[in-house]
């Protein structure tokens, strides 16, 4: 949410220990990862009108994936570099917009 920029106040115990047991399964690909969302979070962000971005994260057969929904202009978030990064993981970042909603996946073959 625009102003808080504690990501930490988002996440109850049992959220904190989901994220961490992902973490240690994606191992070295982890901080490529999270550099990535960072990356696009920044990008979506750069729109003044967007309030918040929705972040849903699924484990489904050893993919994880990480959806940022949010409302706004139908801005694609992912850059090159996002592409490249994503790349050295054997992972992809794609972009789609959806009924009125943006949504940016990040899939992390576990």
Known sequence: MRGNNDP????NAEKKVFIQKIENALNEKSST???SIEEI???????????????TITNIDEIITITLTYEGKLINPIT?????????I???AEYSPILGYNRAYINVPM
């Open 90 to 92: 054997d992972g992809d």
């Open 8 to 11: 930490d106040s988002y996440f």
């Open 80 to 88: 090159s570099e996002t592409t490249r990064e994503m790349d050295k």
């Open 41 to 55: 979070v920044m990008n979506i962000m750069k729109d003044e009108e967007i309030e918040s971005i929705d972040v």
């Open 33 to 35: 990862a999270i550099t």
